[in-house]
């Protein structure tokens, strides 16, 4: 039995997700679909981590494991041979038996970006924002979300979860010529966290909510506190790390 | 009667090109139907020219008649809430009667963006170009574009038209962080024109041809002399001129 670790790339317009569910196309299913075809095998991809629908991704890692004698490297140009154009295979490893890209993933940054200005091309890229936003209270507030936390404000309640704990290593914004990105790596992350991180900073950008009351959004543990939940096209999962 | 000048975004990817035809979704199809929602009228409009699918505009200009007493501005914010996402009206102005915009149009600017970078982001924004591309001598061979030529060697033959002949004000090549921009001003371009230009320069870009060589081309007055057609994905309609 071989291991096979994947970084892939994938555009989430056109997918409902990563996750493989009954209906609707999922980054998943195309996976497995394009390793059926090249390897006759029926394979199971496990992901670094789910992404939601419109949710795209730079730098997505997946493993898994296969019988078949084919190269390494046939799982990036092969395989890619066999993907439709909005996921494409960046890298293949041959890795030690048991790895595993979601349970030894260590660290995980995501880009959220926001646009200045409105327009049809790129749309689907990033979050049209129309009010004026101070970048640097919102990295103000940004800096209370560093080191160990409860992120229960932050998150919608997912009854898998025990506990909303994660260590943030960091959060930085960046300035871009239309807009601006919140980057941030983390160990972990709960359903939508980022997505209601940004839609609350941005009321921080705006003024409608002092950078430093976001402190006492985080402490509260309490969803209600938070502001509404930025919609998935501005998200980018960037890269996943292995120790 | 009433004259009404529409200046509109669009992102070509999920069209069939411009102008109506009997199956395939069209630029003009989806204005022409959120107008007679908007209006009750049917309404037809006339392009400043047709672009192919999978070509993005960022300022086409059209224009159409109403008898409808609908304030200007209803063109534009009322005229959006009739669209799809992927076309939105920039700009809506009333006219002297009498103005078209095919007609009355003296200088139409284009854009071809090449990627150096390879991505599923962005894929359907620019053309991306594997082999290294040296710009000084595109730039050099698209100098011999400028005034007036017989462009029979860069388009593709059309029984409507009479004969070749536009005049070119300016050519001139951009540097991006991962690519390469073509930027030309013309009166008029024939079908595919300046996607065989391009499908040329890079061409020259390589090393392929010489840069001289290109006017050999030019002066040829024969399609088979050029290069192939670039990919429609990478052509955007910038600005339109009117006296």
């Not at 990563?18 to 196309?25: A, D, E, L, M, Y």
């Not at 940054?109 to 790129?122: E, F, L």
Request: charged share 25%.
């Amino acid at each position: 039995m071989r291991t096979i670790k994947l970084t892939l790339e994938y555009d989430g317009t056109q997918f409902s997700g990563w996750q493989i569910q009954p209906s609707g196309r999922t980054v998943q299913h195309v996976l497995e679909n394009g390793l059926l075809q090249l390897t006759n095998e029926s394979i199971r991809i496990m992901g670094s981590g789910r992404t939601d629908a419109g949710v795209h991704a730079l730098g997505q890692v997946a493993s898994f494991q296969t019988n078949g004698k084919l190269p390494v490297k046939a799982f990036k140009d092969g395989l890619n041979g066999f993907l439709p154009q909005d996921v494409q295979i960046l890298k293949a490893e041959e890795m030690d038996h048991g790895f595993n890209a979601r349970k030894d993933a260590i660290r995980r940054t995501y880009r959220y970006c926001i646009s200045k200005k409105q327009s049809v091309i790129g749309r689907q890229y990033s979050w049209y924002y129309r009010q004026a936003l101070d970048v640097s209270k919102m990295q103000s507030a940004s800096d209370y979300l560093v080191g160990d936390h409860d992120f229960s404000s932050f998150c919608k309640a997912d009854p898998e979860i025990d506990d909303y704990i994660s260590h943030v290593f960091d959060v930085h914004w960046t300035e871009q010529e239309d807009g601006f990105c919140f980057n941030i790596s983390a160990i972990r992350y709960f359903r939508h966290m980022i997505r209601v991180i940004v839609g609350t900073l941005v009321q921080v950008g705006t003024d409608a909510i002092k950078a430093e009351f976001f402190k006492n959004i985080l402490d509260a543990k309490d969803r209600k506190f938070a502001g509404d939940t930025a919609p998935p096209h501005g998200l980018y999962l960037v890269q996943v790390e292995y120790p």
